[in-house]
């Protein structure tokens, strides 16, 4: 097998290996994923990003490092940020990722992605119910349950979890019943009025340093629940993102980087 180029890029340093499309043949690319986001033999990510170019922009697909596909917010935007340092798009764009058309804007600052309003309908996120799951007890933990292109259960608390209780129930809301295709779970504080801080367990994952999907869940929720601003900070351990609801998309932005060029080979999956 011929070296496949690769790029390591982030945005909240939720890290991810970045591959062209075609690079691999497309049944390859749920084990290319696995492959490569392991610690030691593999690269080390929260995920793949395979990109391709199209006459209006790109395409993307993301899988987790179990290898299964999922919407990534914060792999949009490193996406955008590669793809524009190599002049592949301008400073405005559309991806398609997950069905969804995304338009983007890059600057020297950041990335911005303009998306649908959060879901809370049953079938959208998707969860085992009639009624949307609105400050439900999940493993004895109540939250929220919503879609911002990839499936999240809010948790608000007065402070994070320590490690015991986030290591032992993270995972078990994760796999719940209740979620048919599992879930995301974004622990969350409010710091101040339109301020939030995170701790996050990713489905496919396990903890991150960010996530961009759940971030607009926190806000989404928040805004929902309390009545919080159209503007919010919400401050992942590895970066802030910010959002904006303008009524009828929501825009999400933060930095995004490359974190180095490589080249993967055959017997790195070995």
Known sequence: MRPIPFAKVQALRNTFALVETGAIPLEG???LAVAMAR????VGTDGLLVLGRREEGLDMRMYNPDGTPDFCGNGLRAAAWFAYTRGWIGPRATV??????VPTVVTQRDVTIELPPASFAPEDVPIRSTEPWIEQEVEGVTGTAVSTGSTHFVVFRDSLPEDQEFFSVSPRIEAAEAFPQRTSVMWAVREAEG??????WERGAGETLGCGTGSIAVAAVARRLHGAPAEILVHNPGGTLRYADNGS?????SAASIVFLGQWTAHSAT
Request: charged content about 15%.
């Open 195 to 200: 301020v939030y801080r995170v701790r996050i």
């Open 29 to 31: 690319e749920p084990g």
């Open 249 to 253: 998309t929501i825009q999400a932005a």
């Open 39 to 42: 610690k030691g033999f593999g």
């Open 96 to 101: 398609q990722h997950g069905g969804i058309a």
